[in-house]
């Protein structure tokens, strides 16, 4: 085992030291693992009382490949997130 022999440093400078060391860390460590908030799924009537278009305005930008549905049996489903990637800022 080696043996560190500190010289001129107080016992508050060597905790002061640590803990900016483990802060640095934790910063780190945050902006890699920020919890995820689950995604919300919208029907096509939701979709279309957010925007007020009706739902044949709906059936065109899927069509165009502005929103793209997801669908689990009958059900068509799009995602919040990708509802808010189209708006574009005008």
Not at 9 to 26: M, S, W, Y
Not at 46 to 73: A, F, R, Y
Request: proline share 4%; glycine share 4%.
């Amino acid at each position: 085992m080696k043996k560190l022999q500190f010289i001129e440093i107080t016992p508050e400078e060597q905790q002061n030291a640590i803990l900016k060391g483990v802060d640095r860390r934790l910063q780190e460590f945050r902006k890699h693992f920020q919890p995820k908030e689950p995604e919300t799924y919208l029907t096509r009537k939701q979709v279309c009382e957010i925007l007020h278009v009706d739902q044949s305005t709906l059936h065109n930008w899927k069509h165009k490949g502005k929103l793209k549905p997801l669908g689990i049996g009958k059900r068509v489903l799009y995602r919040r997130s990708d509802i808010e990637q189209a708006l574009v800022q005008l």
